[in-house]
């Protein structure tokens, strides 16, 4: 069996070999009467419309979509939920709870996180997720008797969850940023970092891909990482996707600026770094230059809405960025909400709010960057859409709930949410059936996971606080 043919718990998931829709959103538009068949390797082999159903298909409610990619995911950020919000302070004072919470995670703890946190990605739709992942080393900064074991645990979560993985491996090798240079690391960030450039590359080229994972590498942001390393980390990333944090808060331009004399996109740009291969996150606080320079390049973007609202990001220059001709892809970050729905939306929604004019991005320029674009920048690019030779991930949706009733189908995202979807297969696989994840009460996983914790969230121990 591949991956997501089988849960943590050993139960075997539910197979359709075919699915009748009353409406679907395939690559030229909404259809009605969709009949979607796929072969014993999990891919569409046929596409009807105007069809019947007939005994042999598996009836899917609603509205069905191809399935979403979360292309930003920091798993155990997810830990923060519920426990950090009325502390007030910036993104900075965030920072320093989430250190509490890497201080603390070995494999065992992360892998139960993560399962817990992926199996909930998948009952908001999310059929594919990519793990900027650079938590990779015990205490101290010593690595396990794997090197990679940490990123091990996070391929099995995600089997476990029955969802693919692109694994973002991140060079993470300085402290920070602050107008006299690169700073040490603190005792925590020792986890993220490993011992020089080489050895980052060979942890990193010893991942491999499998039939559910594929690999990628990430430059965690032009303070964690001297820019004298960052071509080897573009020779590295040749071929795979290369996604960076970039320009965030306004400290990290200060600062970039003040040591280097440009911009963090431009940084990147002298290194050549950017190209359709990169994803650029959160990419807030862009100058005009900055915008034409990802633009040129046909860099991705990949906006977080609730993670930048939660963290007082700012609003990023959402049309601006699209006139250039970047693509935009969404994704959960921190976790600090499980609707991807409400990521997708939240873009337009944003741009809004920092414009006051609707309309810039359009519900199917939304479900582009939740579907197609997303899983693109993520290393899948034949996934995200309903069509045969595309892997067999749908999502179902409910059409007449209290938030969907009376909905024009074409703008569903717009009003559905993680409790509107009904069904998620992936691969073939049904993950989700009647809004149920497939290894049960997911709430329970989180709970538990949580409690593997040894000490409350709090200011991370030996932390400094650089303001980088």
């Not at 070995?106 to 739709?125: F, I, K, N, Q, W």
């Not at 940084?267 to 291969?277: E, N, S, Y």
């Not at 220059?317 to 969404?330: H, I, S």
């Not at 034949?382 to 009733?405: M, N, Q, Y």
């Amino acid at each position: 069996m591949t991956a997501p043919d089988r849960a943590a718990s050993g139960k075997a998931l539910i197979r359709g070999r075919s699915w009748w829709c009353r409406q679907a959103w395939l690559p030229e538009g909404l259809a009605s009467d969709v009949r979607l068949s796929a072969d014993a390797d999990g891919r569409f082999t046929d596409v009807q419309t105007g069809v019947g159903a007939t005994g042999q298909d598996t009836q899917l409610p609603g509205i069905v979509l191809p399935g979403f990619a979360d292309a930003h995911s920091h798993a155990f950020h997810r830990a923060l939920r519920g426990r950090t919000h009325s502390d007030g302070g910036t993104f900075w004072t965030w920072r320093d709870l989430m250190y509490s919470v890497a201080a603390q995670l070995d494999p065992d703890s992360y892998r139960a996180l993560a399962t817990a946190v992926y199996a909930e990605s998948a009952l908001a739709g999310v059929t594919c997720i990519g793990e900027f992942h650079y938590l990779h080393h015990g205490p101290g900064g010593t690595p396990y008797d794997d090197p990679n074991a940490m990123g091990e645990a996070l391929r099995e979560a995600a089997a476990a969850a029955g969802i693919r993985l692109t694994l973002l491996d991140a060079a993470y090798l300085s402290g920070g940023l602050h107008a006299d240079g690169h700073q040490p690391l603190n005792s925590v960030q020792e986890r993220f970092a490993d011992a020089d450039i080489d050895t980052w590359a060979q942890r990193s080229d010893a991942l491999q891909p499998d039939p559910n994972v594929r690999i990628g590498v990430a430059v965690h942001s032009v303070r964690a990482v001297p820019a004298e390393h960052l071509a080897r980390i573009g020779e590295v990333a040749a071929g795979r996707p290369l996604h960076v944090h970039l320009s965030e808060q306004p400290a990290e331009n200060e600062t970039c600026q003040a040591v280097y004399g440009c911009s963090p996109t431009e940084l990147l740009d002298r290194h050549g770094l950017l190209g359709p291969a990169t994803t650029a996150v959160h990419a807030t606080h862009l100058t005009d230059n900055d915008i034409a320079i990802l633009g040129a390049r046909r860099v991705s973007v990949c906006l977080c809405p609730s993670t930048e609202a939660d963290l007082a990001d700012g609003l990023p220059p959402t049309g601006p960025l699209l006139a250039a001709g970047v693509r935009l892809c969404a994704g959960s970050d921190q976790h600090v909400a499980a609707d991807l729905l409400a990521e997708a939306r939240g873009v337009e929604l944003h741009e809004r709010l920092r414009t006051g004019r609707r309309g810039t991005v359009s519900p199917a320029a939304l479900l582009n960057a939740l579907t197609t674009a997303g899983h693109a920048a993520l290393g899948w690019p034949e996934a995200g859409r309903l069509e045969v030779g595309a892997p067999a991930d749908l999502v179902a949706i409910e059409d007449s709930s209290p938030r969907t009733a009376g909905t024009e189908p074409s703008q569903i995202i717009m009003t559905a949410g993680t409790a509107d979807i009904r069904t998620v297969v992936v691969g073939g696989a049904t993950v989700v059936t009647d809004g149920r994840h497939v290894l049960g009460d997911i709430g329970k996983l989180i709970d538990e996971a949580l409690a593997l914790l040894d000490e409350p969230i709090g200011a991370a121990p030996g932390s400094v606080r650089s303001g980088q």
